[in-house]
């Protein structure tokens, strides 16, 4: 673990993951800082709120965005099909505040360095009231566990009930 994090750069290359507990379908957007899992925007993939991203995209840039204001936004930006940029604006505000406040938190550690695997470790220990949420917190582990080192895989718990999409 370092003191201090990394600067972040104006874009990191993402991972985009998709998972499904249920009728419930969770998107996460990984952000990768030389190949490593640095900042996460995750929650439930509701068309309603402009998440429109087609099943084929895997892979984009999230854009640090400071406004005239001091504001400061992601966004979340693809190459479809055709070779045009597509960039979906208000990354930062597309999921619920709950999540929201958990991914910045799950991102924090990843920031300074904590190895996955605590990371991992550290979200399957929270405790949560709600169906929904632990959903998403076992979505949210698996996700995570694809980027440890071979040699630290972790076992899959098989009770559980996600899919990867």
Do not use: H
């Not at 400071?66 to 990354?91: A, H, I, P, S």
């Amino acid at each position: 673990m370092t003191n201090s994090p990394q600067k972040r750069p104006a874009e990191l290359e993402c991972d985009v993951v998709r998972f499904q507990n249920n009728k419930d379908k969770w998107i996460a957007f990984i952000g990768l800082l030389d190949g490593r899992p640095y900042e996460i925007f995750t929650g439930l993939a509701d068309d309603d709120e402009g998440l429109l991203i087609p099943k084929s995209v895997s892979k984009g840039k999230i854009i640090k965005v400071v406004q005239e204001d001091g504001t400061k936004r992601y966004d979340f930006q693809f190459v479809n099909t055709r070779g045009f940029k597509t960039t979906m604006e208000g990354l930062s505000y597309k999921f619920d505040k709950e999540f929201w406040n958990y991914a910045k938190l799950i991102s924090g550690v990843l920031r300074y360095g904590m190895p996955i695997d605590q990371v991992v470790k550290m979200i399957s220990g929270l405790e949560m009231d709600s169906e929904s949420i632990n959903s998403w917190k076992v979505g949210v582990e698996r996700a995570l566990k694809k980027y440890l080192p071979a040699d630290q895989q972790m076992p899959e718990d098989e009770t559980q009930q996600i899919q990867t999409m």
